[in-house]
C-alpha cells in the first residue's frame, strides 16, 4: 500500500471537514474489509482514509419497537446480528449481516461500509430496502436523507458528494404480521460473492398481503428495487400462483450479465427460485409475528 | 508524502506494548516485521484465508485487514499469548494429538479463532465449529482433524475458559 494519511475523527463536523479538504483524494475508513483490500490491490489510490469508528454517533446502535432501529455507520455487523431484539424484529436484515465474510469479517465490516462501497454484490443492500431503510447523510451542506433504493447511482459509487458522509440507516419499526428474509446463492456455504441475492419483506392480514417489497443483487451494475414485483403480490392472497407472479415480475426488473460467476440465463432463472423462496419465509415469519 | 510514523500503545499479549507504524502499515506486518512477533502468519494479505487471525478486543479479526494505527488502545492476543509457561493451551495440545496440521501455516489463525470460539461457547457443535471457522483456510489438512482437535479441546477443558 502507498504512503497515506490517517485521521481518526472524533466528531461527524471534523471527519466531514477532513474528508471535504482533500476532495476524492480522501475517503472514510469504517472496517477496512472493503477499502483496505482496495488500497493493497491498487484499485483506488487515496491521500488520506479518515477513520469513523471513533465517532460516537457512527457507533451507536439503538433500537426501540416503536421509533425502529438507527444503525450507526460504522457498528460493526456482529453487533447486528447478536442483539436479539433487533434479531427478531429485523429478519432480512439479520439474514445478511450473519452472512458478509465469515466471523472475522463480521467483527469489522459495517453495513455502512457495505451500503457505502456500493457493490452490485452487497449483501445488506436488497435486505436494507427490504426493511424500507433510509440512509442519514451529513455533509459541508447540512444534513439529508436518501431512502436505500435511491442510494447507489453505479457500481462504486453513490449519491454522496464530496465531503458527505453516511452518519446511520434508520429502519423503520415493523407492521404488526410482518416477516422478511434476505437469500443468495453462492457456489459454496461461506465466504463467497453472491451470484444472486434476493431480499424480500411482506406484510400479511390474514393471507392477504397488504405490502411487499422485493430487491435484488448482482443482477444489475446497482442494487434493484423491483417496485413491480412487490405490487404484484399487493391487495392478493399469499399463494403460490401470486408468488410465482412476483417471482416473474422479479426476474424482468434485472438486467443480468454473464460472468465467471454465471451467464445471465442462469442469473435470470436463479432470480425467480430465489424470490419464490424469499417470498415463503416472509410470508412464513410474517404468520409467526 | 513524507513518511510520518505514529506512536500507538496497545496491550498485547497481555503487556503494555507500544510501537512505531507508518499508516499504510497493517496490524499484521506490524506484529510480524516491527514487533517481530512472526507466530502471526500471512497468507492471502485480502482478508480471505485467516492465516493471520489476531484476538482484539475479544473478536477475531484478520489482522491483514487492520492498520497498525487502528490498533491504539487496544487488546491484542496473538498465538505467542496463547501458551503459557506451564505449557500449551489444550487447544494447542489437541492439534498435536489430533495431528490437525501439516505444513502449518494455517494452524496459528484456526488456534486463535478456535479460542475464542470455546471462550464464548464451551460446547460448540461440530456443525457449529466449521461455520465458525469458514474465514480459516488450510491447503493440507482437509479440515476433518482440525474440527475434531476443536471438539476434542471442548472437551478436555470441559466448559472451563
Ligand atoms: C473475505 C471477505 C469476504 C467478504 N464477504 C462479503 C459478503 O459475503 N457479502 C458482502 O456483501 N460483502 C462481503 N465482503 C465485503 C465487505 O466485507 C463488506 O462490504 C463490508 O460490509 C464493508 O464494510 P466495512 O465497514 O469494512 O467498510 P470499509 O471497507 O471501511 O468501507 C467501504 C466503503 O465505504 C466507504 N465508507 C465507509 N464508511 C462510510 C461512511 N460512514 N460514510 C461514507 N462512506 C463510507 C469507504 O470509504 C469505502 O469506500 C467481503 C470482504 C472480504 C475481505
Ligand atoms: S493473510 Fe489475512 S486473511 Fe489471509
Ligand atoms: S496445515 Fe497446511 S495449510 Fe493448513
Known amino acids: ?289 | 508524502m513524507a513518511a510520518v510514523k505514529t506512536h500507538v500503545r496497545t496491550t498485547l499479549n497481555g503487556e503494555a506494548t507500544e510501537y512505531l507504524c507508518e499508516p499504510n502499515q497493517s496490524l499484521l506486518e506490524v506484529l510480524r516485521d516491527v514487533l517481530f512477533l512472526t507466530g502471526t502468519k500471512e497468507g492471502c494479505n485480502d482478508g480471505n484465508c485467516g492465516a493471520c487471525t489476531v484476538n482484539m478486543d475479544g473478536r477475531i479479526v484478520d489482522s491483514c485487514l487492520v492498520l497498525g494505527v487502528e490498533a491504539e488502545g487496544s487488546d491484542i492476543l496473538t498465538i505467542e499469548g496463547v501458551a503459557t509457561p506451564e505449557g500449551l493451551h489444550p487447544i494447542q495440545q489437541a492439534f498435536l494429538e489430533n495431528a490437525a496440521l501439516q505444513c502449518g501455516i494455517c494452524t496459528p489463525g484456526f488456534i486463535v479463532a478456535s479460542k475464542a470460539l470455546l471462550e464464548k461457547e464451551p460446547n460448540p457443535s461440530e456443525a457449529r465449529v466449521r461455520h465458525w471457522l469458514a474465514g480459516n483456510l488450510c491447503r493440507c489438512t482437509g479440515y476433518d482433524k482440525i474440527v475434531k482437535a476443536v471438539v476434542d479441546a471442548a472437551n478436555t477443558m470441559g466448559g472451563k475458559k
Open chain 1, 1 to 289: 500500500m502507498r504512503p497515506i494519511e490517517y485521521v481518526a475523527a472524533k466528531t461527524v463536523q471534523e471527519a466531514v471537514k477532513s474528508l471535504a479538504e482533500k476532495g476524492d483524494a480522501a475517503r472514510p475508513l469504517a472496517g477496512g474489509t472493503d477499502i483496505i483490500v482496495q488500497l493493497r490491490g491498487g484499485r483506488r489510490q487515496l491521500d488520506r482514509l479518515v477513520d469513523m469508528k471513533a465517532i460516537p454517533e457512527l457507533n451507536e446502535l439503538t433500537y426501540n419497537a416503536s421509533s425502529g432501529l438507527r444503525i450507526g455507520a460504522a457498528v460493526p455487523c456482529y453487533r447486528v446480528y447478536g442483539d436479539a431484539a433487533v434479531a427478531s424484529a429485523y429478519p432480512g436484515l439479520i439474514d445478511a449481516a450473519s452472512l458478509i465474510g465469515g466471523i472475522q469479517i463480521q467483527g469489522r465490516g459495517s453495513i455502512g461500509g457495505n451500503l457505502c462501497n456500493a457493490a452490485p454484490s452487497g449483501d445488506t443492500i436488497p435486505a436494507l430496502i427490504a426493511h424500507s431503510a433510509v440512509a442519514e447523510i451529513a455533509g459541508p451542506g447540512g444534513n439529508r436523507e436518501v431512502p436505500v433504493e435511491d442510494f447507489c447511482t453505479a457500481p462504486g459509487r453513490t449519491v454522496l458528494q464530496s465531503g458527505e458522509i453516511l452518519v446511520a440507516i434508520r429502519v423503520p419499526a415493523p407492521a404488526a404480521h410482518f416477516g422478511a428474509c434476505y437469500i443468495r446463492f453462492i457456489p459454496r456455504n461461506e465466504m463467497d460473492i453472491a451470484v444472486v441475492g434476493v431480499g424480500a419483506s411482506m406484510v400479511l392480514d390474514g393471507n392477504k398481503v397488504t405490502a411487499c417489497r422485493i430487491a435484488l443483487a448482482s443482477v444489475a451494475p446497482i442494487p434493484v428495487y423491483a417496485t413491480a414485483a412487490g405490487a404484484a403480490l399487493v391487495g392478493k392472497e399469499a399463494t403460490e400462483e401470486n408468488i410465482n407472479a412476483a417471482s416473474e415480475a422479479a426476474q424482468a426488473a434485472a438486467t443480468p450479465i454473464s460472468d465467471m460467476r454465471g451467464t445471465a440465463e442462469y442469473r435470470t432463472h436463479l432470480i425467480g427460485v430465489l424470490t419464490r423462496r424469499a417470498l415463503q419465509s416472509a410470508i412464513q415469519r410474517a404468520k409467526e409475528a
